[in-house]
């Protein structure tokens, strides 16, 4: 059952933050800050339970908002259990939260956690 994490994350949180989100960063990407990118990058999934790794990218014009938007999205996804987009999310696990992380453009402020997600199809 491997289901379309980002299918289900990313939406969830420009709904829940009011961001801008998505599985790819956009071309225009220092027109669009703040911006979140949700990434599966791992995780086993079972025949009735998957469990993606996912990589949660904040992207933003100061270090500041990056970091604080990087603790709001960390929050939101801590706290979120139940039916989303198609989707039953049982529980969500921090495995490495957000920290500083490199990017080519010095006018983007970029912060990255990664998080395990167990859902199942609704």
């Not at 220092?30 to 079972?46: C, H, K």
């Amino acid at each position: 059952m491997a289901s379309d994490v980002e299918a289900v994350i990313a939406p969830w949180l420009e709904w829940t933050l009011n961001v801008t989100a998505g599985a790819e960063t956009p071309p225009d990407l220092e027109d669009r800050l703040p911006f979140v990118r949700v990434e599966r990058v791992g995780g086993p999934d079972d025949r009735f339970t998957d469990h993606p790794r996912i990589a949660v990218d904040v992207f933003a014009a100061t270090a500041d908002e990056a970091r604080h938007l990087a603790g709001r999205v960390s929050d939101a996804l801590l706290y979120l259990r139940g039916p989303v987009g198609g989707a039953v999310v049982r529980d969500v696990r921090c495995d490495a939260g957000p920290s500083r992380q490199p990017w080519a453009n010095p006018a983007i402020h970029r912060r990255g956690a990664t998080y395990t997600v167990s859902l199942y199809a609704a």
